[in-house]
């Protein structure tokens, strides 16, 4: 259901872009031929047809709406639930540098960042640390 809504959200975008594409268009036209540039009369009736069947398709695209408080929220938190619950262990007791690995400085003009984080399921709390060293 959401993906369909999904799809006839960008639908109706591709068609919005479109018709303003086209109204921009015909905007521009119709200032260069105030201005006389040139007669732009055949031009203009020809995006003037198309803008019309651009808003005709315009009005064709329906764009499904979902009432999450009719499905109710218990779909949500399931929804949620399944995201979040994923079987991993709370933490990972493997050292993270095998034998012969070490940290190394970056090169000459460069930026290392080193990061780490972790997630503990049973108190729900997760830290991350970030540093950036140029030396």
Same mark, same amino acid.
């Given at each position: 259901?959401?993906?369909?809504?999904?799809? +006839? @959200?960008?639908?109706? =975008?591709?068609?919005?872009?479109?018709?303003?594409?086209?109204?921009?268009?015909? @905007?521009?036209? +119709?200032?260069?031929?105030?201005?006389?540039?040139? $007669?732009?009369?055949?031009?203009?009736?020809?995006?003037?047809?198309?803008?019309? *069947?651009?808003? +005709?398709?315009?009005?064709?695209?329906?764009?499904?709406?979902?009432?999450?408080?009719?499905?109710?929220?218990?779909?949500?938190?399931?929804?949620?639930?399944?995201? $979040?619950?994923? *079987?991993?262990?709370?933490?990972?007791?493997?050292?993270? *540098?095998?034998?012969?690995?070490?940290?190394?400085?970056? +090169?000459?003009?460069?930026?290392?960042? $080193?990061?780490?984080?972790?997630?503990?399921?049973?108190?729900? =709390?997760?830290?991350?640390?970030?540093?950036?060293?140029?030396?």
């Amino acid at each position: 259901m959401v993906n369909d809504q999904m799809q +006839e @959200k960008e639908k109706r =975008h591709s068609a919005q872009t479109e018709v303003y594409y086209i109204s921009d268009q015909v @905007k521009l036209l +119709e200032e260069m031929e105030k201005k006389a540039l040139f $007669n732009v009369k055949a031009e203009k009736e020809r995006l003037q047809a198309k803008l019309l *069947l651009g808003n +005709e398709n315009l009005a064709t695209v329906k764009v499904l709406y979902i009432d999450w408080d009719k499905i109710g929220k218990s779909f949500m938190f399931d929804q949620w639930f399944k995201l $979040n619950n994923v *079987l991993t262990p709370d933490t990972d007791r493997r050292a993270c *540098l095998q034998s012969g690995d070490s940290w190394s400085p970056p +090169e000459e003009g460069r930026i290392k960042c $080193n990061i780490h984080a972790n997630w503990r399921n049973a108190s729900l =709390h997760s830290g991350i640390a970030w540093i950036a060293r140029d030396h």
